[in-house]
């Protein structure tokens, strides 16, 4: 039995990259699928957000909420077992700690040393990848090409130009999932038909204006790891680099979200010839739990810790259905431009 008395709500969910930190995105939709009113009909992605996109998706044409519940906690179990042969392992005092930054990890900061010296093709030139292997091992890409599969939206940026793709479920494959989880200092550029790409966190973090306009929902949920505004000061280096990543993997996202407060915003008439902006949008960040994480921890797949991060996804999703949930199918949701500013 579900907390929403509504029934049919047909939603895209817009989930935001993060590493290891979609483990709480994971816990979030875990819990959001408890909820038969609830039905997907879309997801996009970026990074994590596409990975968790891609799986849920694949659970939903398989074998339905069930089966999409099912298919993330395979995905990241595995995720964690791969874990285990790389060099981002918590060492002894980070347990003792209950440190999650791997900083007391030799392992770890002895990898993070070489990859400031060297680049992904000189230590790691047979370009060996886990997500390759997981990702093989459990997406059937045909069953998502398939007419009744929810509509996908999985954003890689184009090294060349900077600018985005969006691949759809038609044009989808391992390595489109994996162009958008591509982080240049840890993984070679990934060639899709001839084009480089890296992270997609770089050029949309997630992409919301292209599902917004689909038609696939009228209500989009927007699931945010990173927060949109944080407090300083900013003095030492950690602070500083994470900070300005925070930033740099943001900017075009806020934009997004300014171009389309501003459409909401229009004219009546011209708002009624405007898919996006009779959108319901509505939102769900991660709290302190989350946010307040040293920026390493992204980098942390250790079966304790992304345990711990996906209970903490499902409850703060169950405080956002307590909360926000009404307003689901119905309502206005929130005001892009109370929340994203204007341009």
Known sequence: MGMLDSVGIKLVAALQGGGAHGAYTWGVLDRLLDEPAIRFTGFSGTSAGAMNAVVCAHGLALGGRQGAQAALARFWSAVADASRLTPAQPGPLDRLLGDDSLHWSPGFRSFIALTRVLSPYQFNPLNVNPLRDILEAQIDFERLRAPAAPRLWVAATRVRTGTVRLFTNAELSIDA????????????????????????????NPPVRVPAESGAANDLLLVLLAPLEREGPFHTAPEILGRASEIAFHATFIQEMQGLAERAAAPIWQRYSDPAARRRYHLLAAGPELTELPQPSKLNADRAFLDRLFEAGRSRAEAWLAADGAALGRGRGIDLADVFGEL
Do not use: F, T
């Not at 958008?180 to 992270?199: K, T």
């Open 177 to 204: 999932v994996l162009a958008s989880a591509c982080l240049p200092s840890l993984h070679q550029a990934v060639v899709i038909d001839g084009e480089l790409y890296w992270d997609g966190g770089y050029s949309a």
